[in-house]
């Protein structure tokens, strides 16, 4: 933003803001501004003078004349709270003012109690504990102080009454801020945001409630997430009450001041949202502000937002102001960002023209120029700006990006991007100028080194992915090289030049690895005209990119060939090794092995070879047809960062089906369970279904109608963004369930997580009809979950790894094991060699009980890939089963009530084929369960994907319920009666296909739609 256009502020409004309200960070109890006197009510006021009897009778009246209202009341407590703060000698002082308030507001039975007397105790029992001592047993932090435990006590309490209460959220927002600050910590834990969002989910139309639920976000801290909710709150409130001059006065002061400190206090690049509302305020105030009009169209166009609306309030502006040239580079800009290039280079040459010092028009000019081609004036206008304002890192990274990609001065660009980065030393951008320079330069070591750090800061950018692929393509890494250059263009397909990068690393690929293949073959004996003609087809495609140099130097390497001055005994590149036998462990080799099990995969390593085990590092892993990942591994797979999760796939699905019922819609099926943390000691998880034919499935109505048999509310929202919602609440607990396509999500709580951490689910294991199962643990986010006082206490299970993630294929003769492991410790020589050791005893162990165990590593820095294949593993499970068959009929009575529990909670069918014992199955129709007279327990509600299927289950209850409770009902209108009286009273859903349901003369109970009887 220009520097100039920063300057915007009204000093009366800011004099203002401080008389009524005060900055979020030093907000404390004795600052909170509930704002009555903004929309025309009276606050409480007590006499300092008075005593307690004259102040509490004041209280007793401002109550009762605002019986209804819970801010009033909040407001006067507040107001008692703050005068016994400054008033009286101590809290506890018998007969002083709290003494007094407190035997007034008391609620001993909320049973009894109106809900406001409910929330003006808690409000007022919160308040005197932020601002009480603790007690003279309490004062070390971990001790539990008695009031804080008796207070915690009373919000167990109002909580199941109040659940449905906005200003019960609010009021728990506010007081839990004010007690996070007790020296013990014991409420320290709290969450006043989340009480304040679900304040606002539940918020009445009313504009006071928005208005004090923006100070309460506000005083919980300078986060922008906090002042996000704020200023959604204030607007929320001044769309409610637009008339209200005084309170749009009011918040433009609050914006102006939360402006202001993001310039001088928090030094912090200022949010996109809290400029556009303090210019979108200004304007409501005065429309034809100038100043105004021009900041909000220039924050648009760099934004790159609104880009005819940003124009349009520019020229507005400039039409107001025609000489400011400030004004004319901001329209100018606008212009730009619209594609309407003779009209921005007007504009910014008028702004030079006015002010010939002014950096901003100099800049954006060079930009203009670059993109339009023409590089001689972009290099002029990049060089005015940098000269006009030294310290500019925008103006310093494009001038040398300018350079490196016109190969005009690679010094002079160098030296201009480390100024830029000595600025701004993490921006993503500037660290792959730098290292594309380097790049440039032959340093290739440091580039690689640059653009990694750049792709971990920003792992999306498209260019940044193309740098690194480039640069691994110029290290003949060629699959880590090939997908860098894929991942650049999935951020990024308009990216120039890609596809022809690809293609050019495709074809290297190829013809390098056969110099390798056919090298590796025969050795020295490789005959020298067949490498030369390889040779000349990789010399031909440099010619091709304009690369002479690299072509130079494979023609001189030809040449030596030719003479016989090179000795083909040695491998001709780095990337490859002729001796494939040796037992060394070269964690920065590279191996290219296309074998796999069919074809001998293992079988070749044990010949000849002291090691079973191959190795390679981050070049090529063999391209089978492995389901896991085409290209090599560099890094721990993009997936989601959470502690455990667990995945049951198809294959599995299918096993189990061949000795238990399972349903059609999930043995094609992959089902995923992520554990996502811990809330009020339960479990927090994300369960993720998906199939590829999803659509001919009813998840959502399946899921709908367990939880309605639950006694669930629940709450439809379809085609949101795309996706099917739902939501489904409980006394206490919520879930959600989001689907779309051939995924659906089901989690817990009232809000359904971002879309991006859905994604993260939904690529941590992919769907493949081979796969068994998977499972994922990350030991430092596991760690993040436990309680804090066991961490010191809990070691680390998986070291000297920190991360596991492994999956589980079939194929024809045998089990696959694809495991990536991130490592605690620097992947060393030592290191592997212990890892192999390890894994050779595995094998030797695997050997023994007839399973032959095929192994093959992949290792660098940053993770270690093991490729294990099991040949002959189910002889090996028979064999161990026999083995330790005297121990099954201690384990066989659990596997059997394991599967008759899981039959009976996918199956409403043929009871009898359930239980593995031929248990018999018991439908309790009061309830919806379905147990076993062989394996009593609390019964299973079954999940039934089909709509025919739960309708008849649906009937079937229906029909016991009136058998086992009405015998003779009479005649037909008496029958439908209660059979409209079971069903409102037994909570039986519905034929989900809109089916009524109805009772015959003989008892029988159908439905209009399925018309079956039961």
Request: aromatic fraction near 12%.
């Amino acid at each position: 933003m220009n520097s100039h256009l920063r300057k915007l502020c009204f000093f009366s409004a800011l004099l203002m803001f401080f008389l009524t309200t005060s900055l979020a960070l030093n907000a404390s109890v004795l600052h909170f501004d509930f704002g009555l006197p903004i929309f025309g009510f009276d606050e409480l006021r007590l006499e300092k003078s008075k005593n307690a009897d004259f102040n509490i009778q004041l209280l007793k009246k401002y109550l009762s004349e605002n019986e209804t209202s819970s801010l009033h009341h909040f407001q006067g407590i507040f107001q008692v709270v703050k005068s016994a703060i400054l008033f009286d000698t101590s809290l506890d002082k018998k007969g002083g003012l709290i003494d007094r308030t407190r035997k007034l507001l008391k609620v001993n039975d909320f049973s009894k109690a109106s809900k406001i007397q409910i929330l003006d105790y808690i409000f007022f029992e919160g308040l005197v504990l932020a601002h009480l001592p603790q007690d003279e047993s309490s004062k070390e932090p971990k001790k539990i102080n008695l009031h804080d435990r008796d207070f915690e006590k009373i919000l167990i309490k109002a909580e199941e009454i109040l659940e449905d209460s906005a200003e019960y959220f609010l009021a728990k927002g506010i007081l839990f801020n004010f007690l996070k600050n007790r020296p013990n910590g014991y409420f320290q834990p709290m969450k006043p945001l989340e009480d304040l969002k679900r304040a606002a989910a539940l918020a009445p139309s009313v504009p006071l409630f928005h208005f004090v639920l923006g100070q309460a976000f506000r005083t919980i801290g300078s986060d922008e997430s906090n002042l996000f909710f704020a200023i959604m709150s204030y607007e929320k409130s001044a769309s409610m009450a637009a008339t209200n001059a005084r309170l749009q006065h009011t918040l433009l002061s609050v914006y102006m001041g939360l402006h202001e400190a993001f310039q001088t206090q928090l030094r912090k690049k200022e949010p996109f949202w809290l400029e556009e509302v303090v210019y979108k305020k200004i304007l409501v105030l005065s429309p034809n502000n100038p100043h105004a009009l021009n900041n909000l169209g220039y924050l648009y166009a760099e934004y790159g937002i609104h880009p005819e609306q940003a124009q349009t309030l520019c020229q507005r502006a400039v039409t107001l102001m025609p000489d400011n040239a400030g004004f004319r580079d901001s329209l100018g800009w606008a212009s730009f960002k619209n594609g309407q290039n003779d009209k921005a280079e007007k504009e910014f040459l008028k702004s030079i023209e006015m002010n010939p010092n002014g950096y901003e028009p100099h800049y954006h000019l060079g930009t203009l120029y670059y993109l339009s081609g023409n590089i001689a004036k972009a290099s002029e206008m990049y060089q005015k700006a940098v000269d006009l304002n030294p310290t500019s890192s925008d103006a310093l990274n494009n001038y040398a990006y300018l350079l490196v990609e016109n190969d005009l001065d690679l010094k002079k660009a160098q030296e201009l991007s480390k100024r830029a980065l000595r600025i701004e030393p993490d921006n993503a951008s500037f660290i792959d100028t730098l290292g594309w320079i380097e790049f440039k330069l032959g340093n290739v070591n440091e580039a690689l080194h640059l653009l990694k750090k750049a792709v971990n800061i920003a792992p999306d950018v498209g260019e940044i992915l193309s740098h690194l692929g480039k640069v691994y393509l110029e290290l003949k890494d060629f699959s880590t090289a090939l997908g860098y250059l894929k991942q650049a263009h999935k951020a990024d397909p308009k990216l120039e030049n890609l596809k022809n990068d690809i293609y050019y690393a495709i074809t290297f690929k190829s013809y390098y690895l056969s110099v390798a293949d056919y090298h590796k073959l025969f050795g020295k004996d490789s005959d020298p005209k067949h490498i030369q003609n390889l040779l000349i087809k990789i010399s031909d495609i440099y010619q091709e990119r304009g690369e002479f140099g690299s072509s130079i130097a494979i023609n001189h390497l030809c040449e030596k060939i030719k003479k016989g001055e090179l000795d083909l005994g040695t491998p001709l590149f780095p990337f490859y090794t002729l001796d494939v036998s040796s037992s060394t462990v070269q964690v920065a080799s590279l191996t290219v092995d296309s074998a796999t099990p069919g074809d001998e995969f293992g079988k070749n390593a044990e010949e000849g070879s002291e090691e079973d085990i191959t190795l390679t590092g981050e070049g090529d892993i063999a391209s089978d047809s492995e389901p896991y990942q085409e290209e090599v591994l560099s890094e721990f797979p993009p997936i989601v960062r959470c502690g455990l999760a667990l995945n049951i796939s198809p294959a599995m699905f299918k096993f189990v089906s061949s000795f238990i019922r399972l349903p059609d819609e999930l043995i094609n099926s992959s089902v995923s369970i992520f554990l996502r943390g811990f809330k009020n000691f339960k479990f927090d998880l994300i369960l993720r279904f998906e199939n590829p034919e999803m659509q001919k499935i009813d998840i959502q109505g399946t899921f709908e109608y367990y939880f309605r048999v639950l006694r669930g509310k629940v709450k439809k929202v379809d085609d949101v963004d795309n996706r099917k919602l739902m939501f489904c609440e409980f006394p206490g607990i919520a879930f959600w369930l989001a689907g779309s396509g051939k995924d659906f999500f089901l989690g817990f709580g009232r809000k359904i997580v971002a879309e991006e951490e859905l994604a993260a689910y939904s690529r941590t294991f992919m769907f493949d009809e081979t796969a068994y199962a998977g499972f994922l643990i990350d030991w430092p986010v596991l760690c993040e979950l436990m309680p804090f006082w066991l961490r010191p206490f809990a070691g680390n299970p998986l070291w000297p790894f920190m991360r596991i993630y492994a999956n589980y294929y079939k194929y024809e003769s045998g089990l696959r094991e694809i495991s990536v492991f991130e490592p605690a410790e620097k992947v060393s020589e030592l290191f592997m060699k212990k890892l192999t050791d390890n894994l050779n005893i595995l094998k030797a162990a695997m050997k023994e009980v007839g399973c032959e165990l095929f192994l093959r590593i992949e290792a660098n820095d940053q993770c270690i890939r093991i490729k294990a294949d099991y040949e002959n593993y189910q002889n090996a499970v028979k064999d161990f089963i026999e083995r330790y068959n005297s121990l099954q009929f201690i384990v066989k009575p659990y596997i059997d009530q394991l599967l008759c529990n899981v039959g009976r909670s996918f199956c409403v069918e043929k009871f009898e084929e359930i239980c593995p014992v031929k248990g018999t199955s018991i439908m309790n129709p009061f309830v919806g369960t379905i147990s076993c007279s062989s394996h009593p327990d609390a019964g299973s509600i079954p999940f039934i994907f089909s709509q025919e299927a739960r309708c008849r289950y649906s009937m079937r209850r229906l029909k016991e319920i009136l058998n086992r409770n009405f015998q003779n009902p009479g005649k037909i209108s008496v029958k439908q009666r209660l059979l409209e009286k079971v069903i409102m009273e037994y909570n039986i859903p519905s034929c989900s296909e809109g089916g009524l349901y109805s009772v015959r003369d003989d008892g029988n109970v159908c439905c209009s739609v399925h018309d079956k009887e039961h």
